[in-house]
């Protein structure tokens, strides 16, 4: 089970990655056609609203995996001196904490998700529904709840390590 989260992560990622190169390929798109706005182009419509959406999406797409990386920013000047059951309880606190935020976060997103598909909100130019995006979100913020849970049972040893892990977070296992 481990290794299919931590695939599903990756594939995340990748997919993010994806969003993120179509938000900067329409950017440059837009930015060009201003620029040769005399010559009968002009700017992609709605373009601020694309990268809007397109970035919290690419957000939500992207931490999953970089969390089961290690790739978030810690502080170590006091941790690595600590014996290592106190790192253990410290990363597991922490772990256990972050998985609380994700669910919560999940939780209010679901439901502003429903709530801007219930009153039909939608973008101001493209008239595009604001739930698609919140929908779009809700995909990484499962699957990041999936990636601490499972982080958190690997810490307690209820689960394995897929295999090949490139990277063992808090360097206590």
Known sequence: MTTWIFRLAKWSAIVGGLVLCAITLMSVASITGRALNGLGLGPVPGDFELVEAGTGVAVFLFLPWTYLRGGHAT??????????????????????????????????????????????????????PLWWAYAACMVGAVIGCLAYLTKILIDLGLANDPTGRPVKPGGVH
């Open 75 to 128: 502080v170590d000047i006091l941790y690595n001196h600590l014996p290592r059951a106190v790192q253990r309880a410290i990363l597991l606190g922490s772990d256990t904490l972050m998985l609380l935020l994700w669910l919560v976060l999940t939780w209010r997103l679901w439901h502003g998700m429903l709530e801007k598909r219930e009153y039909l909100e939608t973008t101001f130019i493209l008239q595009m």
